[in-house]
Structures are given as structure tokens and as C-alpha cells.
């Protein structure tokens, strides 16, 4: 049976006083975003006032903060920060009432940005012998790092979600490429981010945090794939070489942040 459009609206003003009609959606809390160069945006541009961090007004904590209105917002990630980094001089932004804490760090810890450098100037058993040190680094001496530096949150926000995103591989392998690295080099920079997402997830999960696998949000736009790209290639400013770039940024960890935060 058809309810009269005027009986409808009725209906639904007698709901609201008495409580029962469709509440709207409850305030978003305070968020934090920590981490490294992959969290503050470098490789996005708009970089602001923000100097050496390179926080960009295209990163993903951004975008969130931009769409959902939290009550806070403190945008505290910054290019080149490792696990100490993190823990010196991001965490003190995290208080009792933080409601959302994301971030990405273990990649400079392990040294990824001397791998692409060697990968880029040396010989292929120069790029798979530094992929391996940086492996054995993530996979003997990252865990305690990170479980530092997830444990300091956990402490100064006992309720928060905290949503750790990992790193996407670089290349597809096999793919559109011509020129630039060797398919060696390449399958051994994305070894590399295989072993940092497994650590990195397997430490996340320990302390009951959300593990973004960017390998997933990134796939089919990897440098050398056939769609659209979402990693920077070799480019000027150099540093922004290798990191997301505006579209990385929002079609990958954006939309993989809400997907799992809504």
C-alpha cells in the first residue's frame, strides 16, 4: 500500500518529536595523521607553509579531514620521518580524545630511499643485494620499532581507531616500461614492499590497528602499468620521485582510507 505523500510527512514530523526519526550522523572526533613522506603528501604538490615536510593540501589526511569535518585536526606527518621520528615529535599531538589516528612509517627506516637511489646507479646485483639488506632490516629490527611506535598511541588514545597504511610496490612488473629500470631491479624493489606490508600488517595487527595494504589500493597504476599512474616515475624536484602522486593520493589511500573509516 501507497502512503499519501502528505500522510508521509505526518508521519515523519510525529517520529521527530517523539525522538524516533533517522538521527543524523554523530560528530567526528579529533584526528591525528602521523608518519612519513608517503602520509604528508610529497610527490602531490601545494605544499603550503609547511616547509621540509612537504604536508600537501592533496594528501589523503587532508582530503579526510576536508570531507568528513573532524572536531580536530592535526596534520602532523612529515617527509623523511622514521619510527623516532614519529615517537619524538608527532605522538604529542595524540590526546586522550582522539577519535582517528592514521599513519605510515617504517620505509625510511629500512632505507627505501637509498634502494631506489642504488637501483637507479648501479648494476642489477647491486639493486637485489640492497633490496635484501633492507628485507632482513624490516623483518629483524622494523617489528620492534614499530611496535614502539604503536604502543605510544595506543597509550595516549586507548579508544582511538588507528589505521595503519602500508606502501604500494612501485612497478608492474612485466609491464608498459621500455626504458628505465631492468625487470630484475624492478621485482626486487617490489619484494621489498612485499616484506615491509607483511611486517608492517603483522605488527599492525598485534595492537588491534587497521592495516591498509596499499599493494591493493594501487593495483593496475603502478608505474609501468597500462592505466592511469599513481606513483611519480623519475622527476623533478627529485625527492618527489617514487611517492604518490594527486591522483595516488586520492584514488589510492583516500579512497582506501574511507573504505575502511567511512
Known sequence: MRVPHSLSLVLLAALAV????TPASAAVGKYV?????????????????????????NAYPQ????????????????SGAVTQDVLTSQVG???????????????????????????????????VSRNQTAQNFARTTLPTRLDNVYRAIRD????????VLGYPRIY???????????????????????????????????????FVDARTAFTGHEICASGARWLNSITWPVEESYHPNTAGQASGYYSALRAVTG
Open 93 to 127: 599531538s595524540i590526546t586522550a580524545d582522539t577519535a582517528l589516528v592514521t599513519l605510515s612509517v617504517g620505509g625510511n627506516d629500512a632505507g627505501f630511499a637509498n634502494v631506489m637511489t642504488e637501483c637507479n646507479l648501479s648494476s642489477d646485483s647491486a639493486c
Open 18 to 21: 517523539f525522538g524516533l526519526a
Open 33 to 57: 595523521a602521523l608518519g612519513d613522506s608517503y602520509s604528508s603528501g610529497l610527490g602531490a604538490g601545494s605544499y603550503g607553509s609547511s616547509g621540509s615536510c612537504k604536508r600537501s593540501a
Open 156 to 163: 595516549r588514545a586507548p579508544s582511538a581507531k588507528v589505521v
Open 172 to 210: 608492474k612488473t612485466s609491464g608498459s616500461c621500455v626504458v628505465g629500470l631492468s625487470e630484475a631491479k624492478r621485482a626486487a624493489i617490489n619484494q621489498s614492499a612485499d616484506v615491509l606490508a607483511s611486517v608492517t600488517a603483522g605488527r599492525a595487527a598485534a595492537f588491534g590497528f587497521t
Open 63 to 78: 582530503l579526510w579531514a576536508n570531507a568528513h569535518g573532524p572536531s580536530a585536526f592535526a596534520f602532523v606527518a612529515c
